[in-house]
């Protein structure tokens, strides 16, 4: 079964625009479809809400600043399409299950950091790189369409 056409471009779409906000509203307009029957399509086909998505992947985008760069996270999280500490906190704890001040000190190596917390760490971060594993996937299995030369354009 190929990927749904649709779907992957919402994909592109919302990977290309990632830290800004996008609407559904924005999407339903930019697809021509009502905004439920994106919504639904989605979650049907990726397991998870748009907005979920949309989060896991500034989450995802955001550990690389975490780890190399001495940003502060509220930075980090406003240059990742986060509207304030709080809320990239918050998503940050939602989708990692830790904050991310946590993951800085393990990307780190920094000694302060339990055993409990290290393990907790490296089980999110397989975890949400199988999920865009999975992303990639879900894009290579679009239907390619093969098209024919006609010998009278040759």
Request: glycine fraction near 2%.
């Amino acid at each position: 079964m190929f990927s749904n056409d649709l779907v992957c471009d919402m994909l592109d779409f919302i990977d290309d625009n990632i830290n800004r906000k996008i609407t559904m509203i924005e999407l339903s307009q930019k697809f021509f479809f009502h905004k439920d029957y994106l919504m639904r399509l989605f979650k049907k086909e990726i397991h998870v809400t748009i907005l979920d998505y949309i989060n896991r992947l500034r989450i995802f985008q955001s550990l690389k600043d975490l780890q190399e760069t001495d940003k502060t996270i509220l930075n980090i999280g406003m240059i990742h399409g986060f509207s304030s500490l709080e809320y990239y906190s918050e998503t940050f704890h939602k989708v990692m299950g830790f904050s991310p001040s946590i993951y800085r000190e393990f990307a780190r190596r920094s000694v302060n950091i339990s055993e409990e917390d290290f393990l907790a760490v490296q089980e999110k971060l397989a975890e949400i790189s199988t999920f865009f594993d999975m992303i990639t996937k879900y894009r290579n299995n679009r239907k390619k369409i093969l098209t024919k030369s006609l010998s009278i354009f040759k």
